[in-house]
């Protein structure tokens, strides 16, 4: 079965600070994985996905990710955080294994990022 | 283009009621999902449909339905409202199903008293 985790409830930095969100994922199958973020009070959008081809993604708002499939982890990271960037992150899961149940998106628990001024 | 969009945004119900929440979205999205979002437990899938007239269930089905009569709606049904069911509801659609992205509505948030 396919799952995900992302070891830490929260995660606080100093802006101007690199940042890093921890995601690592279990599937049967080639992965296909994906960052959402969440505001207070809003629905998740889309940061960024990995597919296929180049380890390191970048996505929205100075955002990457490496894919690392030795370690099957895929950590969100920015080079200088934002006080702006404060907000719920989501990593996300399918397994690319074709046809039914399998090709279900399974989310995190989800990590609060604090970026303290 | 407003993307996907869900009414109503606070809902309070008492056990037993029930309720449809809406979706609609207009990017021609062939798939829909919904989803419920409890504190600390991420999203759960509810249910899902790949087109007009087709549906099937996700990881947390009981105590709701769907339909899908249009590409563009999604309507969520709960028919007997429990405690168990408040939740913030999120709609969500994407054009395939497999690597492609999942927009979400803005969410219901629903109490069920």
């Known amino acids: 079965a396919q799952s995900v985790a992302q070891p830490e409830d929260q995660v606080n930095v100093a802006e101007g600070n690199p940042l890093t969100v921890k995601c690592t994922y279990s599937?049967?199958?080639?992965?296909?994985l994906f960052w959402y973020v969440q505001y207070p009070n809003r629905g998740l959008q889309f940061l960024l996905k990995y597919i296929t081809g180049d380890n390191l993604v970048k996505g929205s708002y100075g955002f990457e990710a490496e894919f690392n499939k030795s370690q099957t982890s895929f950590h969100l990271k920015k080079p200088s955080a934002l006080v702006s960037d404060s907000a719920l992150y989501f990593c996300a899961v399918r397994d690319g294994v074709y046809g039914g149940a399998t090709n279900k998106l399974i989310f995190g628990t989800g990590t609060l990022l604090a970026v303290q001024p | 283009n407003a993307g996907v969009t869900q009414t109503p945004k606070f809902r309070i119900l008492k056990i037993g009621q029930s309720m449809t929440l809406q979706c609609t979205q207009d990017?021609?999205?062939?798939?829909m999902y919904w989803y419920r979002q409890d504190p600390g437990m991420g999203l759960k899938l509810i249910y899902y449909s790949v087109g007009a007239g087709i549906t099937d269930k996700g990881e947390v089905p009981n105590g709701y339905n769907v339909s899908r009569s249009t590409t563009e709606d999604f309507p969520l049904r709960l028919e007997l409202a429990a405690p168990s069911q408040t939740s913030v509801y999120f709609c969500?659609?994407?054009?395939?199903?497999?690597?492609?992205?999942?927009?979400f509505g803005p969410g219901t948030r629903l109490t069920v008293l």
């Open positions: 599937v049967s199958g080639n992965p296909y």
């Open positions: 990017m021609n999205h062939n798939y």
């Open positions: 969500a659609s994407s054009l395939t199903g497999v690597t492609d992205t999942q927009y």
